[in-house]
């Protein structure tokens, strides 16, 4: 399949092996970038498209201002970031959970329905700040860019909001789940712009993923 001169954006990370398989679905050979290399933009003459390689985070940001016309998000970052782009699918991998966690000492006499005033550490600070408002709760949010679970150890603060998978870095660092705020998976987002002026282009693309993961769904 032809699809000139598109870019697609590949995060990082869990989600670009099964974002690879997803595309090669589509016909777009991007198996490079699963090697060992540093190229962070992948071409594919056969299909007359190409991949950049960015961080989940990022990819909002490029899908927004059409420097990829297509890309591959979180629904956390969607959420969070609330860019004026279109999702498309959601592509079943990378599947997690946003939660409020808290040092499993604290948990034994905890009521989440009693809180009214709380202190947490976290990435994502709109959609913990949107939570927690929507919840009546007054909440000072503390932005932390990585190593999250540690803010509680050290006094931070008591609770974190952070994404998990399997929770096994969260019991390491004596943490528990208390509450959930979403779950998470991998979904298809089109720049605005894109699918104005490349209509065909990208309704075929998504008609073409989308029947290829009812019949058989990428695993992580």
Not at 2 to 14: C, D, E, H, N
Not at 37 to 60: G, H, M, Q, Y
Request: hydrophobic residues 40%; neutral net charge.
């Amino acid at each position: 399949m032809k699809y000139p001169r598109l870019t697609v954006a590949i995060p990082r990370g869990r989600n670009l092996k099964p974002s690879v398989e997803l595309f090669r679905r589509a016909g777009m050979d991007f198996g490079e970038a699963l090697g060992d290399n540093r190229k962070l933009i992948f071409e594919d003459k056969s299909s007359d498209c190409r991949a950049i390689i960015v961080r989940d985070t990022d990819i909002p940001v490029y899908v927004e201002n059409g420097a990829a016309d297509v890309g591959v998000s979180g629904k956390d970052q969607l959420e969070e970031q609330d860019k004026p782009i279109y999702e498309m699918l959601d592509l079943g991998f990378g599947a997690c959970r946003l939660v409020i966690a808290e040092p499993a000492r604290l948990k034994e006499h905890d009521d989440p329905s009693l809180w009214t005033n709380l202190r947490v550490a976290t990435k994502f600070t709109n959609l913990a700040t949107r939570w927690f408002r929507d919840k009546g709760i007054h909440v000072e949010v503390i932005k932390l860019h990585g190593s999250i679970e540690i803010a509680p150890l050290v006094g931070l603060c008591e609770r974190i909001v952070d994404l998990v998978s399997t929770g096994g870095t969260l019991k390491a660092n004596g943490l528990v789940e208390v509450e959930t705020i979403m779950n998470v998976t991998a979904r298809l987002v089109v720049n605005r712009g894109s699918l104005k002026t490349r209509t065909d282009d990208i309704n075929r693309l998504v008609r073409t993923l989308e029947k290829s993961l009812l019949e058989n769904p990428i695993r992580d």
